[in-house]
Nanobody
Framework: QVQLAESGGGLVQTGGSLRLSCAAS????????VGWFRQAPGAEREFVAS??????IYADSVKGRFTISRDNAKNTVDLQMNSLKPEDTAVYYC?????????????????WGQGTQVTVSS
């Protein structure tokens, strides 16, 4: 069972930046596909970005503003979020799968963190 823990959420003004981090208990985490998803109140879970050994993919809504990266020494996958907008407000979750990936479909990820709140004020 892989355990994931997100950190780095908070309150930021429009145009600001935040960096989320997803830490894993799995020592082979560097070989996993990892995705970031978000869910706003009353909305469905939404794909944000994913990274794997194959490459990275992004949702159209965050392309050019968000960057996903991994730090194998720290066993983390980070999500750098710049030029934040009020519509980015949501709980952000990281998820992982022991597959090639990357995947935008949340059903491909069996392991999930508890989430971290990101609030962007206008």
């Amino acid at each position: 069972q892989v355990q994931l823990a997100e950190s780095g959420g908070g309150l930021v003004q429009t145009g600001g930046s935040l960096r989320l981090s997803c830490a894993a208990s799995e020592r082979t985490f560097s070989s996993y596909s990892v995705g970031w998803f978000r869910q706003a109140p009353g909305a469905e879970r939404e794909f944000v970005a994913s990274i794997s050994r194959i490459g990275r993919i992004y949702a159209d809504s965050v392309k050019g503003r968000f960057t996903i990266s991994r730090d194998n020494a720290k066993n983390t996958v980070d999500l750098q979020m710049n030029s934040l907008k009020p519509e980015d407000t949501a709980v952000y979750y990281c998820a992982c799968a022991a597959d090639l990936g990357p995947y935008s479909d949340y059903r491909r990820y069996p392991y999930w963190g508890q989430g971290t709140q990101v609030t962007v004020s206008s």
